[in-house]
């Protein structure tokens, strides 16, 4: 019997030992691929949410492992943080995937403040006239969302209402928070082998827009055109020396996946103070100590990392253009737009970056001043308009964002006006309207009425001491019709078009007849 025990209990103790599992840590990628994919809700000339991006992220990484025998658990960091874990795809492990989990909370102010419920810290104050420090032991009795109560001995006060400089400084690092967002599978190897991983994945939280500068040249019919991507991103991982595309065009999506904010914010703590009298509560922030290291957490988005400004722009225009190797080249992904960027680049985390897309001198566009003309109203705006050819100074296919038109006024670059463009692909019409002009102006006149039909002659004034291409779109209702037009018209968008020359400071007319759609309740 004794025996028999004995081989028993030698039996549970190898059990636990035949299914033991090694755990292998990979700290980051060897080299990593990042392509960004507009919000679902993008509009030519619309900004960027910055404090919560819509648009998400498809990130490739390669990592090499020595991979043991028998069953192990990977631990993939320096992920994402705003993994969508249901999508990554692994690559490369010879047995496959048993189980992935996403691991632990990551470590925020929220969370620290959150995990530290119940627990002892330390309130460092300084007094505003003295300059004196004080260290009070306390007990966070509340959690992150709302004002803070700390237990002080018997007896219970607040936090960022006491009208001092404060913070929280904290022991250590609670259990379960990680620094660093990761990722870990099971697989079970055969045989012990080094191995070459390709971890895919989606992840929320990032965006980016096309920013075109238009500097237009001395002959004002041509421009110099050039083009920044702005790359913007709220996880809290950078991707250091990525591969980097940005995809142009309307991705079919979940719509229950659209609402989605990723968990952008999620770590910021915003504490409260109780409404009190004769508090300047605009004055406090909330500061925290993790050990004997300060660490000021910001309490707005001031600090973002903007790499590159307007005003840097506008001069990369005037100045020399970027080189055609330093630009992103376009190519075909089904109806879609790639744009790769030939040098690797850095997408930081809780940054905005902007990196030259595009860069043409001598652009060809020509100044057209068009009215959109109904009954007796003529809205007229200028637009600047061209082809997107290759003999015109471009063909190549252009992602949709926003337009900064430039022109040399006694030797200074000044904006003229702001536009906006779709994506266009090559062989396209682009147009950048810019306003109501000052120097030309279109008016309609009613010149006799006679039954359904109206008599109207628009005439068309230019203040400039040169001439102008002029057009007019001519609409009216359904089932009327333009009759008797005193010269040749044409259509765009089916919609009859007047387009003339008029002399520089002189006008051109043209009359016409509209007949109204005849009135069912007459019939």
Known sequence: MRAFLLTMLAALAVAPMAHAQTVITSAGPEHVSVTLYRGPYYRPGREIDRDNPQGYALITERRTIALPAGPAVIRFEGV???????????????????????????????????????????????????????????????????????????????????????????????????????????????????????????????????????????????????????????????????????????????????????????????????????????????????????????????????????????????????????????????????????????????????????????????????????????DTTMVLRGKNVVANGLGVALPGGKVAVFSEVEGRSLMIGESSVGDKTVGEEIEFELGEPGSVDAEVETLREKGRKTRYELTVTNANPWPIDYEAKIAFDDGAGLFSPSAKLGTKDGVPLWTTRVPANGTAKLSYSIRAAKDTDDE
């Open 80 to 378: 994402a943080g705003n993994i969508l874990p249901e999508s990554a795809l692994i690559g490369g492990l010879p047995d496959g995937v048993q189980e992935k989990n996403l691991d632990a909370s990551l470590l925020s102010p929220r969370s620290l403040f959150d995990r530290a419920l119940g627990r002892r810290v330390m309130i460092r104050r300084t007094d505003q006239a003295t300059g004196k420090v004080t260290l009070q032991q306390a007990t966070i009795r509340s959690s992150a969302d709302g004002a803070a109560v700390l237990q002080i001995g018997a007896g219970f006060a607040d936090l960022k209402c006491s009208g001092l400089p404060e913070m929280l400084v904290y022991d250590g690092v609670p259990p379960g928070l990680s620094a660093k967002p990761t990722l870990s599978v099971r697989t079970d190897s055969k045989v012990a082998r080094t191995v070459t991983l390709t971890l895919s994945y989606l992840a929320g939280g990032f965006d980016w827009q096309a920013d075109y500068i238009v500097a237009m040249r001395p002959d004002g019919r041509s421009a110099d055109m050039f083009a920044w991507i702005t790359l913007a991103s709220t996880d809290v991982t950078s991707f250091v020396d990525a591969d980097t595309q940005v995809v142009a065009g309307e991705l079919n999506r979940d719509r229950d996946r659209e609402d989605d904010s990723f968990g952008a914010g999620d770590g910021d703590l915003t504490l409260k103070c109780w409404p009190l009298p004769n508090y300047d509560l605009d004055r406090r922030r909330v500061v925290t100590v993790v050990s004997d290291s300060l660490q000021t957490l910001p309490v707005d988005e001031d600090g973002r990392d903007i790499i590159v400004t307007g005003s840097i722009m506008r001069r990369a225009v005037a100045n020399s253009p970027v080189p055609v190797a330093l630009l992103a080249s376009a190519e075909s992904l089904g109806d879609l737009k790639l744009y790769r960027f030939p040098r690797r680049v850095t997408v930081a985390s809780n940054a905005q970056k902007q990196v030259a897309m595009l860069s043409k001198p001598s652009v060809k566009l020509w100044p057209i001043y068009r009215s959109e003309v109904r009954d007796e109203d003529a």
